[in-house]
């Protein structure tokens, strides 16, 4: 008996199917069966109302696993990431409106800033939290003098957020850099004579030399 022509073929099991029991071959489902069931199908063709209920339900069942997956990471972060963190390093109080060294009240303070506090917790373990104020004469050549290092009272522990934590890290990093770009190196050209005589007590040969039968031993 010949085959109607509202009747088509699904791609799959080649079932012949009426208008209400099949599906129009679109991208999302070409895609599906060339993973699945390693077809290439064109758009325009057919599967049947079985194929289509599973495509859609691997479908669904994808988007709700990447849901969840995204409200797992979520509450992760929020679990985790807590937007202070206790740390054992002194500190001082924070306030805008006093001084934070000798509680002296405003207006005549200064902002202290990220290179003075950096220094306070290189030189002395004291983190000075963002934006604290001080009176001008507390710093000298970009640290604080004695007078308040002495006067300086502090918690035990300091709360500290991420962008604080990332400000330290970059300034850490910085000086070492820094540093590192400054460390004595006995093998740069540019030290002269004097300068070996002055930090050995030996010409530049006889240093040399000296290293020389260091290494050897």
Known sequence: MPLKSNYFKCVLCSKCTKPK???????????????????????GEIICNKYKHIFRKERDHKVLSCVKTSKSSSQTTATFSPPLVSLKIPSTSKSHAYCCICKKPGPKLIVISPDVRTATYVDNNILIPSGNRCCLNHICDGHLNDDALCRI?????????????????????????????????????????????????????????????????
């Open 153 to 217: 009272k502090t918690t035990d522990e300091s709360f500290v957020n991420r962008t604080y934590l990332l400000e330290i890290m970059n300034k850490m990093r910085k000086k070492i850099r820094e540093s590192a770009s400054r460390r004595l190196n006995f093998d740069d050209s540019y030290l002269s004579e004097p300068d070996y005589i002055t930090m050995t007590g030996l010409s530049k040969i006889n240093f040399l030399k000296f290293v020389q039968h260091c290494l050897k031993i």
């Open 21 to 43: 029991e099949r599906a129009t071959v679109n991208k999302d489902i070409t895609k599906y069966l060339r993973r699945k069931f390693l077809i290439e199908a064109k758009d």
